[in-house]
């Protein structure tokens, strides 16, 4: 599987971007995808993530009430409309997914790089203030 990430850019702090990642080939959709970011000099951190049973977005306390997730019907796309950007959202970010169903239910486990198969080659957004 391949994940393309695309959107990423240069915008002004309070601005709005959409990235978006396909994942190919998968004829039978992702169970789950989702966004990770890395600015320079910091840690991985988790961003947001959807599944395909729920339909609803799970975030990082950091960007509710910002950012957006979202997928196509089909499963193969997911979708991040990030809006008010502050300069701190500035990062590389890279689009995950999970193929199958954990066995851990619940969300606990969306944080986690590990639970997720494949990642995608990143994307940069950059938010000047």
């Known amino acids: 599987v391949q994940l393309q990430a695309s959107g990423g850019g240069l915008v002004q702090a309070r601005g709005s971007l959409r990235l978006s990642c396909s994942a190919s080939?998968?004829?039978?959709?992702?169970?789950?995808l989702g966004w990770f970011r890395q600015a320079p000099w910091k840690e991985r951190e988790f961003v947001a993530a959807?599944?395909?049973?729920?339909?609803?977005?799970y975030y990082a306390d950091s960007v509710k009430g910002r950012l957006a997730i979202s997928r196509d019907n089909a499963g193969n796309t997911v979708y991040l409309q990030m809006n008010s950007l502050k300069p701190e959202d500035t990062a590389v970010y890279y689009c995950?997914?999970?193929?199958?169903?954990?066995?851990?239910?619940?969300?606990?486990?969306?944080?986690?790089?590990?639970?997720?198969?494949?990642w995608g080659q990143g994307t940069q957004v950059t938010v000047s203030s």
């Open positions: 080939p998968r004829p039978f959709g992702s169970y789950a």
């Open positions: 959807i599944s395909r049973s729920s339909g609803s977005g």
């Open positions: 995950v997914d999970r193929k199958s169903t954990p066995i851990m239910g619940g969300t606990s486990w969306y944080p986690n790089p590990n639970a997720y198969h494949y």
